[in-house]
T-cell receptor, first 114, second 114 residues
Framework: DTEVTQTPKHLVMGMTNKKSLKCEQHMGHRAMYWYKQKAKKPPELMFVYSYEKLSINESVPSRFSPECPNSSLLNLHLHALQPEDSALYLC?????????????FGPGTRLTVT | KNQVEQSPQSLIILEGKNCTLQCNYTVSPFSNLRWYKQDTGRGPVSLTIMTFSENTKSNGRYTATLDADTKQSSLHITASQLSDSASYICVVTVNSGGYQKVTFGTGTKLQVIP
């Protein structure tokens, strides 16, 4: 199984709402990633978890709050978002940092902030 | 200036024809270089992965090359099909211990027409 799953597929939320994005993998990968992708642009790294600890926060606004409850699960909690936060949010995982390790991406959550 | 530049930005080819996409990078040192295919609104799917010491890798009709001296890579698609229409992204990875730090290229949008 080389699958990374993400839920929901689509999400529409108002600027005062609180919602969460979920990502799951059962490949035993110890590194998990959140990316944000705007239309016609490459993905931008937001957060990296390694062995369930936050390793990278790319200066992401605090209205995005990541959580890694266990090695298989990664959440992204959303609160008081802005319309410019509308984007495709991608989760990925890798076995670790090794040079031969693949990074597998989920299908993404299409987020629209109204 | 992006550390991973791709060309052309977009490309239209006839079904059945071959094409070659280019990637120039300045990221150094790196662990591996990957080519991903991304359909609109979906997560990237890995096509090939090459480490520093490899200079060619094939996956069906996709063949990637790597010249680490000139810091260039190419992706050759043979006998294109309509389903090849997508964005192709070159990704350079640096091993940061327990995780991978990736730099995405600017992407090439390929359209295959009948």
């Amino acid at each position: 199984d080389t699958e990374v799953t993400q839920t929901p597929k689509h999400l529409v939320m108002g600027m005062t709402n609180k919602k969460s994005l979920k990502c799951e993998q059962h490949m035993g990968h110890r590194a998990m990633y959140w990316y944000k992708q705007k239309a016609k642009k490459p993905p931008e790294l937001m957060f990296v978890y390694s062995y369930e600890k936050l390793s990278i926060n790319e200066s992401v606004p605090s209205r995005f709050s990541p959580e890694c409850p266990n090695s298989s699960l990664l959440n992204l909690h959303l609160h008081a978002l802005q319309p410019e936060d509308s984007a495709l949010y991608l989760c990925a995982s890798s076995q670790g940092g090794g040079e031969s390790y693949e990074q597998y991406f989920g299908p993404g959550t299409r987020l629209t902030v109204t | 200036k992006n550390q991973v530049e791709q060309s052309p930005q977009s490309l239209i080819i006839l079904e059945g024809k071959n094409c070659t996409l280019q990637c120039n990078y300045t990221v150094s040192p790196f662990s591996n270089l990957r080519w991903y295919k991304q359909d609109t609104g979906r997560g990237p799917v890995s096509l090939t992965i090459m480490t520093f010491s490899e200079n060619t890798k094939s996956n069906g009709r996709y063949t990637a090359t790597l010249d680490a001296d000139t810091k260039q890579s190419s992706l050759h698609i043979t006998a294109s099909q309509l389903s090849d229409s997508a964005s192709y992204i070159c990704v350079v990875t640096v091993n940061s211990g327990g995780y991978q730090k990736v730099t995405f290229g600017t992407g090439t949008k390929l359209q295959v027409i009948p």
